[in-house]
């Protein structure tokens, strides 16, 4: 079966002909608009919470009370809907030193990486607790998923006391290496010479990006295959077809109560770059009204992981709230139609794609 990206460069290859008029912009001046409008302020956003909530963690391992736990928690809830925003450019420096894996590994279906996290904190590893050794160690151990754990997990009270000045450390560590990483990707993509240049400016010699047509791919693939990530790995690794068959422990950040956060976080950051991009603009008078249906559905996702933001177990338990999650699904089904469908087909595009291809 042709995957995503190959079925998508050949589509493509019509689109320079296709693209709408001498008025709208090229597709690379497209490109542009979502780098500079969309994933540069994304990753900016990202290191200052994540320094934010380096900070406010170490203050708790200065002076613990539940205050500044509370604090930390707060912090961390601000750096997963940072980090949920602009997770869905899963390309470009983030792919470098596994750092999507780093910042947040999952699914961990086996709990591999809780095991390893337990461990560490059973054994008082010290190089775990030591932010130079840390980021050597298993991805599971470093990142959102580790600190949620340390944050929220079985024995975290004790944090707002004097009893486990171990577990902080760690939990410092961690906050510690988030900030790095997210640092070194602002830094990345703010270089003049760095991955954005080569992604905006396609051409023979350009080692990542021959044309215009590639580059845009790029784009158009973070729509359709983040829509993807959301709909089938997180919604529906933990909701299934029944209620009887739901799976509230498999449901990322469960612990933080922070999984429809997350949720709508990711698709609130889809909506930002499909704006920030201005692929509607590029829709002739009489199909315009594409832009609007997906604006329509955007809202519809944003209503629905709201009605069912709280403890995952809670929400499952209401059939109320349970069927917002449900109706989410259905609106990321409806959105991968809109990009995967109408609006690649008005913008030049001569064959459909799905993400479940593969890439």
């Known amino acids: 079966m042709p995957t995503i990206r190959c079925l998508l460069a050949a589509a493509l290859l019509v689109l320079g002909a296709a693209w709408p008029s001498a008025a709208s912009a090229s597709p690379q001046q497209v490109v542009q608009q979502a780098v500079d409008g969309f994933i540069r302020p994304g990753y900016q956003r990202f290191h200052a919470a994540a320094s934010a909530l380096s900070e406010a963690v170490g203050r708790l391992c200065d002076a613990p009370s539940g205050e500044r736990l509370a604090g930390a928690r707060s912090a961390f ?33 086996k709990g591999l990486g809780l095991k390893q996290v337990q461990a560490a904190l059973a054994s008082q590893d010290a190089t775990a607790a030591d932010p130079a050794t840390l980021a050597g160690k298993s991805v599971a ?6 600190l949620e754990f340390v944050l929220f997990g079985t024995g975290a009270d004790v944090l707002a006391a004097t009893g486990d000045g171990f577990r902080c450390r760690y939990g410092a560590a961690i906050a510690a290496n988030l900030d790095a990483i997210a640092a070194a990707l602002q830094d990345e993509w703010q270089a003049p010479d760095g991955f954005a240049a080569r992604w905006t400016a ?27 990530l959301v709909r089938d790995q997180r919604l529906g690794g ?31 950051g889809l909506q930002a770059l499909f704006d920030a991009s201005r692929l509607a603009d590029e829709l002739s008078a009489e199909t315009r009204w594409i832009g609007g249906s997906i604006d329509f559905e955007f809202a519809n996702a944003a209503d629905a992981a709201k ?27 409806s959105l991968s139609e809109q990009f995967g469908g109408r609006l690649s087909t008005e913008l ?9 291809d593969g890439d």
């Open 77 to 109: 809830a601000d750096a997963v809907a940072a980090w949920s925003a602009i997770e869905i450019v899963r390309f470009g420096p983030v792919t470098e030193e596994n750092r999507l894996e780093r910042v947040l590994y999952w699914p961990d279906r």
């Open 141 to 146: 151990m470093q990142g959102l998923g580790a």
């Open 202 to 228: 396609p051409g023979p010699e350009n080692p990542l990006y021959r044309d215009q047509q590639e580059a845009l791919t790029e784009l158009l693939e973070v729509f359709v295959n983040g829509l993807e």
């Open 238 to 268: 933990f909701l299934a077809e029944k209620a009887a068959d739901d799976r509230p422990k498999q449901a990322l950040l469960w612990r933080s109560a922070l999984t429809a956060d997350a949720l709508a976080a990711n698709v609130a």
């Open 307 to 333: 009605g069912a933001k709280g403890p995952i177990a809670e929400v499952l338990a209401d059939p109320r709230r349970r069927s917002k999650l449900a109706y989410f699904g259905i609106v990321t089904s």
């Open 348 to 356: 030049g595009l001569t064959a459909g794609f799905s993400s479940l």
